[in-house]
């Protein structure tokens, strides 16, 4: 069975500090992979997407951003957080265009 | 430019009762559609999904209905639990983009 985990589940940084989030899918070959960010009271953000190794799609312009250098790996990074930076960060997966979206566990940021 | 709204950010209903979770759309190519439950710091988990080409789909105590016309749909929950106290998010994509826009949510509270 198909299977998704991201780490860290939680992260306290300060401002300006980097940031390396991961997110590793088993079980499947070729997922598009996904990066959402949930705000607080805000609904799920879609930051990046990408369907296949070392093909991003950026959807927010922002300080952030996404790597794939493997097939069920997806990173992503900041050199710089800023304040508002901070959220529960959630990675997703799904196999070929249409189809449920599988998400992880969510990872929460909070900068300082 | 919110895509996918829903204008409820919270519901409460009584155990057994029925919920109705509404949601709206503005891109008239967005041809698949999706629901979600989230509980907090956890990530979304696939409730059921509607194709364009139907109006209802229904798994088990949940049905799906989807008004093309009127770019509108809607969760319903019949009898509603406890358990089914959660965020829930309706989700959209178009075919040939990977994309899967969300809406904000609507916090949903069954009382015993």
């Known amino acids: 069975s198909q299977t998704i985990h991201q780490w860290p589940a939680t992260l306290v940084q300060p401002v300006g500090s980097p940031l390396s989030l991961e997110c590793t899918v088993e079980?499947?070959?070729?997922?598009?992979l996904y990066w959402y960010r949930q705000a607080a009271g805000r609904g799920l953000q879609l930051l990046f997407y990408?369907?296949?190794?070392?093909?991003i799609s950026s959807e927010v312009p922002q300080n952030l951003s996404a790597s794939r250098p493997q097939d069920r790996q997806f990173i992503l990074s900041s050199k710089k957080l800023l304040l508002s930076d901070s959220g529960f960060y959630l990675c997703?997966?799904?196999?070929?265009?249409?189809?449920?979206?599988?998400f992880g566990e969510g990872s929460r940021l909070t900068v300082l | 430019d919110q895509q996918v709204k829903q204008n409820s950010p919270s519901l409460s209903v009584q155990e057994g009762r029925i919920s109705i979770l509404n949601c709206d759309y503005t891109?008239?190519?967005?041809?698949?559609f999706l629901w979600y439950k989230k509980y907090p710091a956890e990530g979304p988990t696939f409730l059921i999904s509607?194709?364009?080409?139907?109006d209802k789909n229904e798994d088990g105590r949940f049905t799906v209905f989807l008004n093309k016309s009127a770019k509108h749909l809607s969760l319903h929950i019949v009898p509603s639990q406890p358990g089914d106290s959660a965020v829930y998010f309706c989700?959209?994509?178009?075919?040939?983009?990977?994309?899967?826009?969300f809406g904000t949510g609507t916090r949903l509270k069954v009382l015993a």
């Open positions: 997703a997966w799904a196999t070929g265009d249409h189809g449920e979206l599988f």
């Open positions: 079980g499947t070959s070729n997922p598009n």
């Open positions: 990408s369907v296949g190794i070392g093909q």
């Open positions: 891109n008239s190519m967005f041809d698949y």
């Open positions: 509607i194709s364009s080409i139907k």
């Open positions: 989700a959209a994509s178009e075919s040939g983009t990977y994309k899967y826009i």
